[in-house]
């Protein structure tokens, strides 16, 4: 291991990777993936029946490995960097081997996409044909343009109804920031936190274990994960082993809940665009740029560490401006 370098207790290399992502705090969906890849890339070199580890495998071997994902498995360039991410992550941080050739390892370009964005009326038809819960969380995100795990990990303490504001923890990127609470939905967040309170009396009555809490914090206070203000906004109405630590605790809403109301109201509404509720946070940006707000605080709201990756929505505002004439309307004119 290279000097500094938190040293692996487990013996097994796909424990000592997810070790190692831990103590790195990196999110349970990365976890995930990279174990994923670093299996798929051992298992696919030992298909002749000889297992090999990494350590003796190199560059040629991660080449060969990435090339058959682009030429077989045909995987989008998204996919591609997810995949070598993973190698890296695992020759770099679990076998500390920092050899010239990982970086000469290239990534496939990325295509920036334009994205798919909902017109103010489409908006409020997909809100229509949510029900009453779902709406409440599809507004929210569309409102503050949140990510979809961003609003579901909201704690009580992160609402902010003096201040009209709500502060995002741990975003991507592990950063915090701060957005706007929309003043139309205060007495709804209000029910909910209502609601929440009721489900957290409940669990207190039954003394039941308190939510998860992040970097051990549950370690130095333990009592933390019980208390009131680190309660989950949106709270699951069943309870969960937590996949890291095995406790039964009560976690917040299922993604996939909103994810398939949204599926299906687009449909319900005859919207016919490519539609996630990822979407929503797209639509927020662009409806903010039309209506005149400076891009640097559209940047800071969406929580963009360059404006570049922002200025994709101005591309949205040309497509849907459409203020350039066709050659053939002057034609028609002129005849």
């Known amino acids: 291991m290279k000097p500094g370098t938190h040293v692996l207790r487990s013996p097994r290399l796909l424990d000592q990777v997810r070790e190692r992502i831990r103590y790195l705090h990196y999110s349970l969906s990365t976890e995930n993936a990279y174990l994923h890849w670093v299996r798929f890339f051992i298992r696919w070199h030992g298909r ?40 890296l992550f695992l020759y770099r941080e679990v ?12 990534r496939p370009a990325q ?9 103010r009326d489409e908006v409020a038809a997909l809100f229509q044909f949510l029900d009453a819960d779902m ?11 949140m990510r979809l795990m961003e609003g579901l990990r909201l704690r009580i303490k992160d609402v902010d109804f003096d201040r009209q504001v709500i502060i995002v923890r741990e975003a991507k990127g592990n950063k915090d920031r701060v957005v706007m609470l929309p003043r139309t939905l205060a007495p709804t967040l209000r029910a909910q936190l209502l609601n929440a309170r009721s489900v957290w009396e409940q669990d207190r009555q ?3 274990g308190g939510v998860q809490t992040p970097h051990a914090l549950e370690q130095k206070y333990p009592q933390v994960g019980r208390t009131w203000g680190w309660f989950w906004l949106f709270p699951s109405p069943t309870f ?17 809940r909103l994810q398939r109301a ?13 539609v996630s509720v990822h979407t929503l946070r797209h639509s927020f940006a662009t409806h903010l740029l039309q209506s005149g707000t400076d891009i640097r605080t559209v940047q800071e709201l969406l929580g963009h560490s360059d404006v570049s990756t922002t200025m994709i929505y101005t591309h949205v505002l040309k497509v849907a401006a459409g203020g350039t004439a066709s050659p053939l309307d002057s034609m028609a004119h002129g005849s």
């Open 48 to 87: 002749g029946g000889v297992m090999r580890h990494p350590r003796d495998m190199g560059a040629a071997e991660v080449e060969a490995f990435l090339t058959m994902l682009a030429t077989e498995r045909h995987v989008s360039a998204s996919t591609h960097n997810q995949a070598l991410s993973a190698i």
């Open 95 to 106: 076998l500390g081997v920092d050899l010239p050739w990982l970086e000469g390892v290239s």
């Open 206 to 208: 039954a003394q039941r």
């Open 262 to 274: 949204v599926k299906k109201a687009v449909a319900q509404a005859g919207i016919c665009k490519p």
């Open 135 to 145: 709406r409440l969380l599809a507004q929210l995100l569309y409102g503050t343009g």
């Open 111 to 119: 295509k920036r996409r334009i994205p798919s964005v909902l017109t």
């Open 240 to 256: 969960s082993v937590d996949p890291r630590s095995g406790v039964e605790r009560r976690h917040h809403l299922f993604e996939e």
